[in-house]
């Protein structure tokens, strides 16, 4: 299986490499579209583990991870859930954005995370004991403004964590070409419409122009779509609902590109 494109930013890939050599789990931070997920999945290739991901959402619980009973005619029978599964198996298990999940979540991974390495399935009263090859993942952006949901530290001293952010220009723009094959003058003004926006502050963005979107905005262009209108819909409208917002920001776009 070929390896998924990732560009290192930093000395992530060693950092890995060496949290997995000492099975202790790993925690990404940073806002969303800043490539944790795809460095992940690259990692996952190049260690050739597999990988299993969890999108965490308000909703997600223990049971959703460990396991369930299901009624099948007259018998209940047990069904592992992605965690106790990549326990088993020996996968890499990424949680994603695990700050939304239940808290019942973080006391599931209790005593995956230390030393013990161990999965307690209270429902059938076993534990069960991580194949050597298993990894606990987790991602969390610190960075929400409103509603945003704490990682405790108790929690968070458990991993080896890394700050994702978004790359230097040059990186970002070598980044839009490898993933959409646009030009190479126009990522380097779509970088250019990122940086300006990012340092705007007072605008009081949540959160602000991603990598993700920028990739967008380039397959957009890529396959035909015009500059402009490509910025306005893939940059600024998923930023923010303000229209005088929306409208400086176009104005801004239309500028530079
Ligand atoms: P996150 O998990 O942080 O929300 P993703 O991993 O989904 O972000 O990244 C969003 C997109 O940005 C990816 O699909 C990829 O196209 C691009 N990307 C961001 N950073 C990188 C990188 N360092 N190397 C390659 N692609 C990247």
Redesign the pocket.
Known sequence: MSLP?????GKEIEVFEHSYKNKIPFL?K??????????I?YMAGKLDKKLITIACHEETSATDLIGRFIIKGAEAIWLDGPLTKAVKEGAIIYL?EIAEARPDVIVAIHSLTDHRRELYIDKLGEIIKAHDDFMLVA?FNPGYQKGFKELKPSTKQRFVALS?TY?EEK?EAE?LV??TDIDKATAKKLVAIATKIRNLTELGLTETV???LL?DASKLIHSGLSKRLSTHVAIVEPLTDDVEIIEALRDLCDLMI
């Open positions: 494109y990732y560009h290192q930013i990404l940073g806002p969303t579209g800043t490539g944790k997920s795809r460095f999945e994603d991602s994702f790359p990186i980044i490898n993933e991603s990598t993700r990739v």
